[in-house]
């Protein structure tokens, strides 16, 4: 009975990432946008954190206790707007002014009148330190809210990423998650050719936080990793989700072209051919 | 205006628990009480200002009241962008302040002087910019700047300013006050330079010049009554900083008086010229080399009026 639950339970968290792609999908054809890699990259993780983890209430996005979600990487917008409609924070037809004139969803992450969004970004290297401030006045006013951040990669290049990596552990944020899509492609090849993060792992545990690294595609163990923050009482947690860029459509799988790229004409068509053979 | 500030701040801070400071490892000796008298409102972010804001802005987006505090440029251009994007984009509750205004820091050199940070916070849209003359007015603009819902910039002295007003004097943030009526000219001043508009105005008063003086300790918004009152009222306005002449409060003035019915006849920004403060020497000897002392105030005026011969036989327009 159990398993069955389990199956059925992780079946609808990949449903909802295959939403998240479709989606994702859609909107960048129609708005002729990039960045479809980097949302797919990080769809089932955004699916675990919007389908189980996150304590958020659609119907009361501003509610005091929820549990804070930020995701850095504000060039991955799209996915965080699929997702966050997919969960009925907004209506799912707002997906479709993506980009265009008058819409509420620019290309980068707005707060700006978007129920479910707690804070713009698209400059890279900002998202963990407001996260950090939240998890600080979370813990002095005695609050029990998780704040967690969604970073990219490429992101880490960011001296001020390491501002608060050496902040958090120091001040004890154990109600800190950071979480890394580490897809290691980044704009201009791979993380390794371009500024190489390894050891990645090691660094943020020299710097006091506690972490794990798990295969960023698992709902399963996207899900059983969350559910134990913080791993360490005392700590700032730290997920390091290995993941492949473009994720879900074959052709765009690892591919540095996907970054940038907007898939339009028969790639779209293959494209979404691929994502409704998943679905 | 440094005591002036953190003595408000504390008693503010005993009354109001959302109150919080955020240092960037400065403030040896300023900070210290409130440090050990509320712990619980204090934190040292270490010497990572991008960090300290960006902390500042999740912290007011959970409901705190957050004071931002370090010298010079640290708190202002090193994060810049977080100040845009954090705090004045999420129309955050982070209050910027900057010890050491100008050329405070003196002999310390170029890095250590504030002299673009008004324009650039001028230009963010959301923030108020705040520039007091005294420490009276330092007092005030705390008080003012914790009522005030919103981003603000407080820019202070270094400490040992003269005090120039009287205790009570009515503060709002937006309203400039006015310290000497004048007919003839205005000097429009801000962050400091105060007492020497004063000395100034002195001097040119015994040679028959009747000048006005505007303390605008509130850049942004700007005091547009008063500033238009004086373009209509009297025929020169001259502003003075210790700031470039690009963008500060020269240019904010600049740019209303170039879109109002009556402008003066003669204005004139009296700053820094678009250069580095890189002479070395404390404030008082910089201010003299970079004409911001009276003797140099005074012959920007009388080369602006066209006056000749001494200032004090200088003929009444």
Redesign the interface.
């Known amino acids: 009975m159990k398993s069955n639950d389990g199956a059925e339970n992780s079946a609808l968290l990949n449903e909802l990432a295959a939403r998240i792609r479709y989606q994702t999908l859609m909107m960048v054809n129609r708005a002729k946008s990039s960045h479809v890699g980097t949302c797919f990259s990080m769809a089932e993780v955004l699916a675990v954190l919007y389908g189980s983890i996150l304590r958020v209430d659609p119907q009361n996005p501003e509610w005091l206790k929820r549990d804070r979600f930020i995701l850095s990487k504000g060039h991955g917008a799209a996915a965080l707007y699929a997702v966050l409609a997919e969960r009925g924070f907004f209506p799912l037809e707002w997906l479709e002014t993506f980009y265009q004139n008058g819409s509420r969803l620019a290309g980068h992450v707005t707060h700006h009148y978007l129920p479910g969004v707690e804070v713009s970004t698209g400059s890279l290297g900002h998202g963990l330190s407001v996260a950090t401030g939240m998890a600080l006045a979370a813990k002095r006013d005695g609050e029990t809210y998780r704040i967690m951040a969604l970073l990219s990669d490429g992101e880490c290049d960011e001296g001020s990423v390491w501002e608060p990596i050496l902040f958090a552990p120091h001040h004890h944020l154990d109600n800190l998650i950071a979480i890394v899509d580490y897809n290691k492609i980044q704009s201009l090849g791979t993380v390794k050719e371009v500024m190489d993060l390894e050891p990645f792992a090691d660094k943020w545990r020299a710097f006091g936080w506690s972490v794990r690294e798990i295969d960023g595609h698992d709902v399963n163990e996207i899900q059983s990793t969350l559910a134990l923050v913080p791993f360490e009482e005392g700590r700032p947690s730290c997920v390091i989700a290995h993941t492949v860029k473009g994720k879900g459509v074959s052709f765009m799988e690892d591919k540095l072209l996907w970054h940038y790229r907007t898939p339009q004409g028969e790639e779209f068509a293959n494209a979404l051919a691929e994502l409704e053979g998943h679905a | 205006m440094r005591t002036a500030f953190i003595e408000t701040l504390l008693e503010l801070a005993r009354l109001d628990e959302r109150i919080t400071l955020v240092v960037g490892d400065l403030g040896f000796g300023v900070v210290t009480r409130f440090r050990e008298e509320l712990p ?1 409102q204090f ?1 040292n ?2 010497v ?1 200002e ?2 300290m ?12 009241i ?1 004071f931002t505090y370090s010298i010079a440029n640290f708190p202002v251009l090193r994060c810049l ?2 100040i845009r ?2 705090a004045c ?2 129309d955050a509750n982070v209050k910027i302040v900057s010890i050491g205004s100008g050329m405070a820091y003196g002999s310390l050199g170029v890095t250590h002087h504030a002299t673009e940070d008004i324009a650039i916070m001028r230009a963010l849209p959301n923030i108020a910019v705040v520039a007091p003359n005294d420490p009276v007015e330092a007092r005030l603009a705390t008080s003012a700047i914790v009522a005030h819902r919103g981003p603000c910039y407080l820019r202070l002295g270094r400490g040992g300013e003269p005090t120039i007003h009287s205790p009570n004097i009515d503060f709002q943030l937006g309203k400039s006050i006015r310290v000497r009526d004048g007919s003839d000219l205005t000097l429009i001043v801000t962050g400091g330079l105060l007492q020497n508009a004063l000395h100034v105005a002195d001097i040119l008063r015994e040679g028959g010049i009747s000048a006005r003086v505007l303390s605008v300790h509130t850049i942004k918004p700007l005091d547009t009554v008063a500033v238009l009152d004086a373009a209509r009222e009297t025929a020169a306005i001259f502003t003075l900083e210790e700031h470039s002449v690009v963008g500060g409060l020269g240019g904010a003035v600049s740019e209303l008086l170039m879109e109002a019915e009556e402008r003066p006849a003669k204005f004139k920004r009296i700053g820094l010229n678009d250069a580095f403060s890189s002479k070395v020497g404390d404030q008082d000897y910089l201010r003299a080399q970079y004409g911001l002392d009276t003797a140099g105030i005074l012959a920007t005026i009388r080369n602006t009026l066209g006056l000749s011969g001494s200032l004090t036989s200088a003929n009444r327009r």
Do not use: W
Request: hydrophobic share 40%.
């Open positions: 619980k934190v972010a270490g990572a991008q960090n804001t960006g902390l500042a802005a999740g912290m007011a987006l959970s409901g705190k957050v962008e977080q994007n954090d984009y999420h």
